[in-house]
């Protein structure tokens, strides 16, 4: 238990009593401190969950050996000025500046706060204190070595090869379950964690929690694979399914917006958008189900779309440009930093407008 699934914005004095109560240790996403006397050293911690996992830190919370012991809180005669000062020292110490952090004053009963702070896990790059790159070795922070820096640069490099291994696994074993002469569309989302050594997410014991409807399709029946969560569809001409894996990936296969028995074959663009903005609302609400709190990348594949035109209502089009001209496609990752609808509709337009652009089309139509 951490509180860094948890909203920010709403994480209260009883939420930090359940910490005490719970003896929830310290750990490589949580920090307690009973005050804070060098705000370099405060600095330093907040570079180590920024350049690893992520984490929150609590100011006014008492330990012994990691253990959250008593809720003391800070005496402030002015909760807004003490956070400016927070925020201050965290842009000046960073190079680059690290600008992601949130902030806030928890009031307590006793009249007194608790300072909180909430550092997402950051993906642009790593973050420096006084020319050292600090992270996260379990509850302590330390300065990377060369091994952890080499892995830490390289570290998206190394996540797209895991992917790609992954994605062609997948590939085999739907060539093996499906009749790929039809089209179908694959949506993985994929958390910047999976692929790291010992993730695992409890989508089987939460998996009354977790919506597992097939992307176009809202029916859903689940049962339980060795690999997790699944639901599968093959009905009335409609194929498909959505697996949710142990370490946080969902993957979602439908044929729902492809025109059968049609030449050329279409794809239903309107409908392929509207599902997708509802499929990504759906697993941000499963993320939050198993505790899943990195950012995570969205990736959309077309199979066996060689000679698709790309369509806007039902099976219209006009002289549309061109064909796709290739069998499979593969659109790049886009990533997700935060939950907010806003960054949704932002990745949602990427994909459609990339698809469109495979289509021919310089934008999305003007009919749109």
């Not at 039809?182 to 993985?188: A, G, I, R, T």
Request: glycine letters at 8%; one cysteine or more.
């Amino acid at each position: 238990m951490t509180t860094f699934s948890q909203d920010f914005q709403k994480i209260s004095e009883q939420d930090l009593q359940l910490l005490v109560q719970n003896r929830v240790i310290e750990g490589g996403q949580l920090e307690y401190k009973e005050k804070i006397s060098n705000m370099t050293s405060l600095v330093e911690e907040i570079v180590a969950f920024a350049n690893t996992k992520g984490g929150d830190l609590f100011i006014g919370i008492e330990e012994k050996d990691g253990f959250p012991d008593k809720i003391i809180g800070l005496e402030l005669n002015d909760p807004s000025k003490e956070l400016l000062k927070y925020e201050q020292a965290i842009r000046d110490a960073t190079d680059p500046e690290l600008n992601s952090v949130e902030v806030r004053a928890i009031p307590l009963a006793n009249g007194r706060y608790v300072i909180a702070l909430r550092v997402p896990r950051i993906r642009n790059g790593l973050h420096m204190v006084n020319h050292k790159v600090m992270v996260r070795a379990g509850s302590a922070k330390k300065p990377a070595g060369m091994a952890e820096l080499r892995q830490l640069i390289h570290g998206e490099e190394h996540f797209n090869e895991k992917y790609e291994v992954f994605r062609s696994q997948q590939l085999q074993k739907l060539c093996d379950r499906y009749d790929m002469e039809n089209s179908f569309v694959l949506v993985h989302y994929v958390p910047i964690s999976s692929f790291e050594s010992g993730v695992s997410y409890p989508v089987v014991e939460n998996r009354q929690e977790i919506n597992v409807f097939i992307l176009g399709y809202n029916g859903a029946n689940p049962t339980v694979n060795l690999d997790g969560p699944y639901f599968g569809v093959n009905i009335d001409g409609i194929s498909g399914h959505t697996q949710v894996y142990r370490n946080g990936i969902v993957e979602q296969l439908s044929n729902r917006f492809f025109s059968a028995n049609v030449e050329p074959k279409q794809m239903d663009m309107p409908s392929f958008e509207r599902s997708l903005e509802d499929s990504i609302l759906r697993q941000n609400r499963n993320f939050e189900a198993i505790g899943m709190t990195d950012p995570y990348y969205i990736f959309v594949n077309l199979l066996s779309v060689k000679g698709m035109i790309g369509s806007m209502v039902g099976n219209l089009m006009f002289n549309p440009p061109q064909p796709i001209d290739i069998d499979n496609v593969r659109l790049p990752g886009v990533l997700i930093e935060s939950r907010g609808v806003e960054e949704m509709r932002q990745a949602v337009n990427q994909i459609v407008i990339q698809l469109w652009n495979g289509f021919g089309f310089s934008q999305r139509p003007q009919i749109y």
